[in-house]
């Protein structure tokens, strides 16, 4: 059972990637890496699996009994899948880790779920609106901004990103030219 109790902001679990489908005849199983740590997934640990990560009781906690990379895959095997029958049946469920027992962040990292609801303000401290959601595009993260201007998408750079201030609830930021369409 999970010993974290999260607050209404904090989700029970992280996301660590979602099961694609068997991989061959033994039980393991072909899984899309949703998570910049896909390390952290290893034998002898353990992992949750559900179709609702939102959900802490809809979830079951299954002991990894072997995993590894396959091209951009990750092939995991769990303990007491043996089979493909058994396998099939954890189609499309997102595999988890509990908040608690998530790779701890380097200082100034923050896990995407934290932005939501953020407001944003330019460097001149004009406000642009709230984060409402956050697009992994692979190359980097694009801020997906609501506010006075309409909906802004800001790519998380350096050039852009100026400041993610989690404790003092705010984003700062930079308009690049072409930003907002101008």
């Given at each position: 059972?999970?010993?974290?109790?999260?607050?209404?902001?904090?989700?029970?679990?992280?996301?660590l990637?979602r099961?694609l489908r068997?991989?061959?005849?033994?039980?393991?199983?072909?899984?899309?890496?949703?998570?910049?740590?896909?390390?952290?997934i290893?034998?002898?640990?353990?992992?949750?699996?559900?179709?609702n990560?939102?959900?802490?009781?809809?979830?079951?906690?299954?002991?990894?009994?072997?995993?590894?990379?396959?091209?951009?895959?990750?092939?995991?095997?769990?303990?007491?899948?043996?089979?493909?029958?058994?396998?099939?049946?954890?189609r499309d469920?997102?595999?988890?880790?509990?908040?608690?027992?998530?790779?701890?962040?380097?200082e100034?990292?923050?896990?995407?779920?934290?932005?939501?609801?953020?407001p944003?303000?330019?460097?001149?401290?004009?406000?642009?609106g709230?984060v409402?959601d956050v697009?992994?595009?692979?190359?980097?993260?694009?801020?997906?901004?609501?506010?006075?201007?309409?909906?802004i998408?800001?790519?998380?750079?350096?050039?852009?990103?100026?400041?993610?201030d989690?404790?003092?609830?705010?984003v700062?930021?930079?308009?690049?030219?072409?930003?907002?369409?101008?």
């Open positions: 059972m999970v010993s974290h109790e999260p607050t209404h902001d904090e989700p029970p679990f992280l996301l990637g099961v068997p991989h061959g005849i033994r039980g393991e199983l072909r899984v899309e890496v949703l998570t910049a740590y896909p390390e952290r290893m034998p002898e640990d353990h992992v949750y699996l559900g179709l990560p939102a959900d802490p009781e809809s979830v079951v906690e299954y002991e990894i009994a072997g995993a590894r990379r396959h091209k951009q895959y990750l092939i995991l095997q769990l303990e007491g899948l043996s089979d493909r029958d058994e396998a099939e049946l954890l469920q997102y595999v988890m880790v509990a908040l608690d027992d998530a790779v701890p962040l380097e100034d990292e923050f896990y995407l779920y934290q932005i939501i609801g953020l944003v303000y330019t460097e001149d401290d004009e406000h642009l709230e409402v697009i992994e595009t692979g190359a980097n993260d694009v801020y997906v901004v609501r506010g006075p201007r309409g909906e998408l800001l790519p998380a750079i350096e050039e852009c990103i100026l400041d993610v989690i404790e003092g609830k705010r700062t930021v930079r308009l690049m030219e072409g930003l907002l369409g101008d």
